[in-house]
């Protein structure tokens, strides 16, 4: 008996050791309003092995003066996507969108987008594509309708063979009942900007495995979607003046936030207190820095968190953004040893 016990627990074991692991496809977000084809990032997403690129074609906004949806920074290619690589373009619609436009103004959203779209992927230098990502932090207030224009994107004659597929936040998972589930096949687990950027402290706003545990850890596999992952790999300077949000600078760097004749550290935290003016960034000696960053070590416990929450499948591993400044925190290794805890 004795013996057969000790089969079961090591049979046990082997089974629990061998989890059935996913086949991941890792790859970039690109989102800047200019295309290059840059060595470093091309060389990457041939390291990578990378299907697909997910391209930001535009922002869409209500126009002040029109009072309609309107396009915001959309891209413009100077060069055109590798040609190993095919483009999944991306539209960001501003959530508020949808509390301004009736089911007939997003019906011809819809179409517009469809054709701006189809315009820029030409552009890009590709005649077709599969994948059309659509990426807005819908609400409760905003549920119904911005499923309606989903409904009727897909409906789009240029769109009635591509995948429709959207981004999907941390609070929507959890919150599932009040968020919905957006009427398509496929989402993709926006693992980033999960915490209150506004807010005074000295918490990274960008990634909190805290905040992850809190709306991910009971309700992720279960959630009836397909899900492919985005994990950040971006930096910023969050910027606070009199203890109030002011915005993020856009003009420092880590270099600058480290030069003690600039800044000085308060401890071992990321907040930095400014010495001096520095009026071409729009900074006042006084002002409070929170750097925040994504390290090797950020990435890596992320990914085995998710690995034990989301069923095993055939997914991509995105990764925000591609810029080659930003590719210089991580090692090639840094990259693989995150996408084989999938």
């Known amino acids: 008996m004795r013996k057969i016990g000790i089969l079961i627990i090591s049979t046990f074991l082997l089974v629990a050791g061998c989890r059935e692991k996913s086949i991941i496809h890792p790859t970039f977000y690109y989102w800047k309003t200019i295309y290059q084809d840059k060595k470093v990032e091309t060389d990457y997403l041939n390291r990578f092995k990378s299907p697909a690129?997910?391209?930001?074609?535009?922002?869409?906004?209500?126009?002040?003066?029109?009072?309609?949806?309107?396009?915001?920074?959309?891209?413009?290619?100077q060069?055109?996507?590798?040609?190993?690589?095919?483009?999944?373009?991306?539209?960001?619609?501003?959530?508020?969108?949808?509390?301004?436009?009736?089911?007939?103004?997003?019906?011809?959203?819809?179409?517009?987008?469809?054709?701006?779209?189809?315009?820029?992927?030409?552009?890009?230098?590709?005649?077709?594509?599969?994948?059309?990502?659509?990426?807005?932090?819908?609400?409760?207030?905003?549920?119904?309708?911005?499923?309606?224009?989903?409904?009727?994107?897909?409906?789009?004659?240029?769109?009635?063979?591509?995948?429709?597929?959207?981004?999907?936040?941390?609070?929507?998972?959890?919150?599932?009942?009040?968020?919905?589930?957006?009427?398509?096949?496929?989402?993709?687990?926006?693992?980033?900007?999960?915490?209150?950027?506004?807010?005074?402290?000295?918490?990274?706003s960008i990634l909190d495995l805290k905040e992850m545990d809190t709306y991910l850890k009971k309700y992720l596999e279960n959630y009836p979607l397909k899900l492919d992952v985005a994990l950040p790999i971006f930096e910023w300077a969050v910027i606070f003046r009199n203890k109030a949000y002011a915005g993020i600078s856009k003009r420092l760097n880590k270099q600058q936030i480290l030069d003690p004749r600039m800044f000085k550290r308060r401890g071992s935290s990321i907040l930095f207190d400014l010495l001096v003016n520095l009026p071409q960034a729009g900074l006042k000696k006084g002002d409070v820095v929170r750097w925040e960053e994504i390290t090797a070590d950020d990435l890596l416990a992320t990914s085995k968190f998710l690995s034990r929450y989301l069923k095993p499948d055939d997914r991509n591993l995105v990764f925000y953004h591609l810029d080659t400044d930003l590719l210089k925190h991580y090692t090639h290794d840094d990259f693989q040893k995150v996408i084989a805890n999938f």
């Not at 535009?58 to 002040?64: G, N, Y």
Request: contains cysteine.
């Open 79 to 204: 060069d055109p996507i590798p040609a190993k690589t095919t483009i999944i373009p991306v539209v960001y619609l501003v959530n508020n969108l949808f509390n301004t436009i009736d089911s007939t103004k997003s019906n011809v959203l819809a179409n517009h987008i469809a054709k701006f779209v189809d315009a820029k992927v030409k552009q890009a230098g590709k005649n077709n594509y599969s994948e059309l990502q659509i990426d807005c932090d819908w609400t409760k207030t905003t549920r119904d309708s911005y499923f309606t224009f989903l409904r009727q994107l897909q409906d789009q004659p240029l769109l009635k063979s591509k995948l429709i597929s959207v981004t999907l936040r941390l609070h929507q998972v959890k919150n599932i009942v009040s968020s919905g589930i957006p009427p398509v096949k496929k989402a993709i687990l926006m693992c980033y900007n999960m915490g209150n950027l506004r807010k005074y402290g000295e918490q990274n």
């Open 53 to 77: 690129l997910y391209v930001r074609i535009m922002d869409v906004d209500i126009d002040p003066n029109t009072l309609e949806p309107a396009p915001v920074s959309p891209i413009t290619f």
